[in-house]
């Protein structure tokens, strides 16, 4: 099998949208967050996608600083690609959001391509008892959030980040997302290989049915052609058919308890590690190699693990 058909899995470790009260197995602390992507790299993940958190009550911090402890850990440990969130919280500016990757320089930032409704307060159906006070408003704000990426703010991520070499995790949640992507492509902006991560099934964003993640394909390969290399994350109890789907049409993955806290119907995922082995199963069984870091590095044309700040 050649490099180029071998699939990259992505982990994303924590995230900003669960919070500690859904799940005793989300990472928080510095030590978590580093060892739960470890764990996730030696499963077989290519790449770790990180935020940091206050190790106290777990709320998103997006200081260069809450990054540094696990940063080095990771580094020190594993040859696994770090990816940083320019995401952070979408309650957060655009310069705060920015700020980690800026100072740290990673081979991959997260960056998404569009303004648009986030809906986090379905979960305040299923979730009822919260450990701090945060938890519940930051679900109930979401009734009036809109996730601000507008073409100021992406340009200032751009301009930003471009000088450190960093490549991009395109996060599209719709279809206008792949045209703004277009936009600052044809700019000059942005180069290919573009990694584009379509995004399924959060409310606001397109959602999780096949015929959602074909329409995102075709129009992405219309756009772009071979200048991407595809990939796709299902939110909740949609990551593993969204992702099974997505592998067996040639596309790449991204799991981790970020995107889904479970690990089927009614379970709980107990690791980062234990949705990195579900997904390899689903990979190995269709026929198919997981890409190792350094392959990862050379199907994105990634700078190296020698040119990053930390």
């Known amino acids: 099998m050649t490099i180029a058909n071998k699939v990259i899995i992505s982990c994303a470790v924590t995230g900003s949208i669960h919070t500690p009260s859904m799940s005793p197995h989300l ?32 709320r998103p911090d997006q200081t260069p600083e809450a990054f540094e402890p696990f940063l080095r850990v990771i580094k020190q440990s594993s040859n696994v690609v770090v990816n940083l969130t320019t995401g952070g919280s979408p309650y957060m500016s655009v310069e705060e959001r920015v700020r980690p990757a800026a100072v740290w320089k990673p081979e991959i930032a997260s960056l998404n391509m569009g303004s ?8 305040l159906k299923r979730f009822k008892e919260f450990k701090h006070e945060w938890e519940p408003q930051m679900l109930e704000n979401s009734k009036d959030l809109v996730f601000r990426n ?58 999780p049915h096949p ?6 394909k075709r129009t992405a390969d219309r756009l772009f052609g071979d200048q991407y290399r595809w990939s796709v994350l299902g939110a909740g109890r949609n990551q593993m ?12 993955v991204r799991v981790g308890l970020e995107d889904s806290l479970w690990l089927g119907k009614g379970k709980l995922a107990p690791t980062n590690a234990s949705q990195v082995l579900q997904v390899r199963k689903i990979i190995e069984g269709l026929g198919l190699d997981v890409a190792t870091p350094d392959e990862a590095r050379e199907i994105l044309q990634l700078k190296g693990g020698d040119k990053v700040g930390f």
Not at 116 to 123: A, E, H, K, T
Not at 211 to 216: C, E, G, L, N, Q
């Open 27 to 58: 990472p928080v602390t510095a030590d978590e967050i580093a060892q739960s992507a470890l764990g996730a790299a030696e499963a077989g993940a290519a790449i770790v996608h990180l935020h940091a958190r206050n190790p106290l009550d777990g």
């Open 241 to 252: 058919p969204t992702a099974a789907l997505a592998a067996a049409m040639g596309g790449n």
């Open 150 to 207: 507008s073409f100021k703010d992406i340009a200032y991520a751009l301009n930003t980040l471009n000088d450190t070499g960093a490549r991009y995790e395109f996060e599209c949640y719709d279809t206008s997302h792949l045209y703004n992507l277009h936009y600052f492509w044809t700019e000059g902006l942005v180069k290919a290989p573009l990694f584009i991560q379509t995004c399924f099934g959060l409310l606001g964003g397109i959602g």
């Open 116 to 123: 648009m409704n986030f809906g986090l307060f379905p979960m």
């Open 211 to 216: 015929d959602d993640v074909m329409h995102m």
